[in-house]
Nanobody, 114 residues
Framework: VQLVESGGGLVQPGGSLRLSCAAS????????MGWYRQAPGKQRELVAS???????TYTDPVKGRFTISRDNAKNTVYVRMNSLKPEDTAVYYC?????????WGQGTHVTVSS
């Protein structure tokens, strides 16, 4: 499975961004997809995920601000990020969990700063 991310960038506090992650290859193996992030000097943390049935999960700091969704026809997962805060600054990594494998995208930078 190959994952290609897009949509990162610089945004002011309170602003919005949408990240996209397009999957290709052995997509039939994918059980769930989502996003992790890693801020400078911190461990990578799960941000949001969505599984085959559409069930979503979010880490507490982003609940109510981030929304994960998917377009099955395009094999793409999105995360809409609203009300962004400086503490959301990180490299965001798309992941896909397969039966026996975990796949990663290359990462996209999100910087929230005035």
């Amino acid at each position: 499975v190959q994952l290609v991310e897009s949509g990162g960038g610089l945004v002011q506090p309170g602003g919005s961004l949408r990240l996209s992650c397009a999957a290709s290859g052995s997509i039939f193996d994918i059980i769930a997809m989502g996003w992790y992030r890693q801020a400078p000097g911190k461990q990578r943390e799960l941000v949001a995920s969505i599984n085959r049935t559409g069930t979503t999960t979010y880490t507490d700091p982003v609940k109510g601000r981030f929304t994960i969704s998917r377009d099955n026809a395009k094999n793409t997962v999105y995360v809409r990020m609203n009300s962004l805060k400086p503490e959301d600054t990180a490299v965001y990594y798309c992941y896909a969990r397969g039966t026996n494998n975990l796949y990663w995208g290359q990462g996209t930078h999100v910087t929230v700063s005035s």
